[in-house]
């Protein structure tokens, strides 16, 4: 686990939930599609109502990052905001409902736009809806 989610982690998000400019972090725990393990990575998150958005940029890299890879082959992620630990289920934004969604993004990180000028595939923006279910306990 990077320095940065192990920080977010033991501190409830009190250190690490704004990282470089102000831009909001979440972690985000997927299960590694090949290891069957948890995978933790920080994320940059904006919102679309009730539901949390992070993009899969890898910073403009040509391949999807690996996180991407795992919430594709099992949607069902763990997101941790702050101290609000709580189970979700990923998709990645339709054709139709991105733009709106992209643009959210940008405007919380503008180098989205600098990534996606970079590559020719079409950076995923993913959904994160919060599962009905009780919040995550224990996660730690």
């Given at each position: ?23 909001p ?11 069957g393990?948890?995978?933790?990575t ?25 996180w991407?890879?795992?919430?594709q ?9 702050l ?24 405007t919380?990180?503008?180098?989205f736009?600098?990534?996606q ?24």
């Amino acid at each position: 686990m990077s320095d940065h989610v192990r920080r977010y982690v033991e501190s409830d998000g009190a250190d690490g939930h704004f990282w470089r400019k102000g831009a909001p972090t979440l972690v985000l725990t997927t299960i590694g599609r090949q290891s069957g393990q948890p995978r933790s990575t920080a994320l940059i998150y904006g919102r679309d109502g009730d539901r949390v958005l992070v993009v899969a940029s890898r910073a403009g890299a040509q391949l999807h990052p690996w996180w991407y890879l795992n919430l594709q082959a099992n949607p069902r992620v763990t997101v941790q905001i702050l101290a609000d630990r709580f189970s979700a289920t990923a998709t990645t934004a339709s054709l139709e409902e991105r733009p709106p969604l992209w643009d959210t993004m940008c405007t919380l990180w503008p180098s989205f736009v600098v990534y996606q000028g970079k590559v020719a595939r079409e950076i995923p923006v993913v959904i994160l809806t919060r599962d009905p279910s009780p919040e995550v306990t224990g996660s730690r």
